[in-house]
């Protein structure tokens, strides 16, 4: 399996680094896959050697999201991105924001979508000081979990 703990990632982050590679972190709460996720991931692999996504974990998406999401637990929603041919790893976190997992993994990429600007990133402090870049990505307009949570609920109806 390649969902790794904090301290596994950050080790081996720091190996693969040693050993020349271009290691990309992502992040997000990925809670029901779709086709924004595959392309958005897809073009985040293709920034370096090696992609590492964070997953936030059950209780962070409920704070972001609200106390119905998530609709998939966080190891499956770990589990399913690592059967991803672009997703190398996956590492769950408890926070809300990504910036101390940055600060532990100290990745060389930081991706995030189109619909960030990287100013207003909290994590983009924490990416540039330890010597990292942060790319925002296109952005897979009108493809979100929240749209499919949506749709379902008028479906329902």
Not at 27 to 50: K, Q, S
């Amino acid at each position: 399996m390649s969902i790794l703990t904090r301290e596994e990632a950050g080790k081996l982050v720091e190996g693969l680094k040693e050993s020349g590679k271009k290691v990309v972190f992502t992040n997000g709460c990925f809670d029901i896959l779709h086709v924004g996720h595959l392309r958005y991931l897809n073009e985040a692999r293709e920034c370096g050697d090696i992609l590492i996504v964070g997953v936030n974990s059950d209780d962070s998406v409920r704070r972001l999201k609200g106390p119905t999401r998530p609709i998939n637990g966080e190891m499956d929603r770990a589990e399913l991105l690592c059967g991803l041919k672009a997703v190398d790893y996956a590492v769950i976190f408890p926070e809300d924001t990504p910036v101390e997992i940055i600060e532990t993994l100290k990745p060389s990429i930081h991706v995030k979508g189109g619909d960030y600007k990287k100013e207003d990133l909290p994590e983009t402090v924490v990416v540039e000081k330890n010597g990292g870049e942060v790319r925002i990505l296109t952005l897979v307009d009108g493809k979100s979990t929240s749209n499919v949570v949506k749709k379902i609920a008028e479906n329902k109806n």
